[in-house]
């Protein structure tokens, strides 16, 4: 059955430093999505994205995230300058469609961790 | 705005019960509701959704949520517990407008005990 993955599984990295999370969605889905939880509190939405553009991002979501789908399979999360708060466990999903009830599909995560 | 409320952060059953795990929601449009489940180490996985088709809706491992509106809940149950069923258990909301933004609850611990 087809799966979401994501790499790399965990990453430690220095505070200031970028980071970039990477996620291969299903193969026909359109639509991508990132959130997150951080240790104890609720999965949170960040963004979404279809055609090559944000659909919706959050207040979160703010100048120093961004994402990309730089060929046809990949889809990014790059963090600029991390913070200690950004440490946090990243979900990758994605959807056929972007239809309210439309079955998202998450990946195993990114554990990411900001000293 | 949609928002969604799961009472008990933890729950604790014996191999064999009944498993309820309760979900309430607040939506101005009529609700498209998820129940994920999340093992130690993995994503989210979709055990079920109501879509406004039937009120009782079926998922995998014997799971089955109903949706009641006159109480604005969604409660996951299975009629027996089993040791694997031990995760964490998160009820969404599709919010209306947008892109199908997931609105998540906090999360209910699910422990199984022999």
């Known amino acids: 059955e087809p799966e979401v993955t994501q790499t790399p599984s965990h990453q430690v990295t220095q505070m200031g430093q970028e980071v970039i999370l990477r996620c291969v969605p299903i193969s026909n889905h359109l639509y991508f999505y990132w959130y997150r939880q951080i240790l104890g509190q609720k999965v949170e939405f960040l963004v979404s994205f279809y055609n090559n553009e944000i659909s919706e991002k959050s207040e979160i979501f703010d100048d120093q995230f961004s994402v990309e789908r730089p060929d046809g399979s990949n889809f990014t999360l790059k963090i600029r300058s991390t913070k200690l708060e950004d440490s946090a466990m990243y979900f990758c999903?994605?959807?056929?469609?972007?239809?309210?009830?439309?079955?998202?599909?998450f990946g195993p995560g990114t554990r990411l961790l900001v000293l | 705005a949609q928002s969604v409320t799961q009472l008990g952060s933890h729950v604790s059953v014996s191999e064999g019960a009944l498993v309820l795990l309760r979900c309430n929601y607040s939506s101005s449009v009529p609700p498209y509701l998820f129940w994920y489940v999340q093992y130690p180490n993995q994503g989210l996985q979709l055990l079920l959704k109501?879509?406004?088709?039937?009120?009782l809706v079926k998922g995998i491992n014997d799971f089955e949520a109903e949706f009641k509106k006159s109480e604005t809940s969604f409660h996951l149950t299975k009629p027996s517990a089993h040791m694997s069923d031990a995760a964490e258990y998160f009820c969404a909301v599709s919010e209306s407008g947008g892109y199908n933004k997931l609105i998540f609850g906090a999360g209910t611990r699910l422990a199984v005990h022999p």
């Open positions: 109501y879509t406004s088709a039937a009120t």
């Open positions: 999903a994605s959807s056929v469609t972007g239809g309210r009830g439309e079955t998202q599909y």
